[in-house]
């Protein structure tokens, strides 16, 4: 079992920075994808950002690309979601995500089902 503990969450101004912190117990499996997923209230979770075992891949939702950056440091067992340019839409509980197809019919990493283990979340609130 892998433990997720994200942290890094608050309240910021529209147009601030926050940088998010995903820790996991032990070392993941080097198959093992990371990412980012988001739920505000009363809509579905949504991926944010994924990034690959070996950092060469990554993936972002239109939403956030230019403004966010996923990272991760298998050495420190660590993900990290840098967050600029934060607009009050992107107010929501973040998750993060590690694993490796853990359902047959996800479609890959930006998928949900994809992942076997999940952080307890970490709320971001961006205030107009």
């Known amino acids: 079992q892998v433990q997720l503990v994200e942290s890094g969450g608050g309240l910021v101004q529209a147009g601030g920075s926050l940088r998010l912190s995903c820790v996991a117990s032990?070392?993941?499996?080097?198959?093992?994808?990371m990412a980012w997923f988001r739920q505000a209230p009363g809509k579905e979770r949504d991926i944010v950002a994924a990034i690959s075992w070996s950092g060469g891949w990554t993936y972002y939702a239109d939403s956030v690309k230019g403004r966010f950056t996923i990272s991760r440091d298998n050495a420190k067992n660590t993900v990290w979601l840098q967050m600029n340019s934060l607009k009050p839409e992107d107010t929501a509980v973040y998750y993060c995500?590690?694993?490796?197809?853990?359902?047959?019919?996800?479609?890959?990493?930006?998928?949900?089902?994809?992942?076997?283990?999940w952080g307890q979340g970490t709320q971001v609130t961006v205030s107009s």
């Open positions: 995500a590690a694993g490796f197809s853990r359902d047959p019919s996800a479609a890959g990493p930006t998928d949900d089902r994809w992942y076997n283990y």
């Open positions: 032990k070392r993941t499996n080097s198959n093992y994808a």
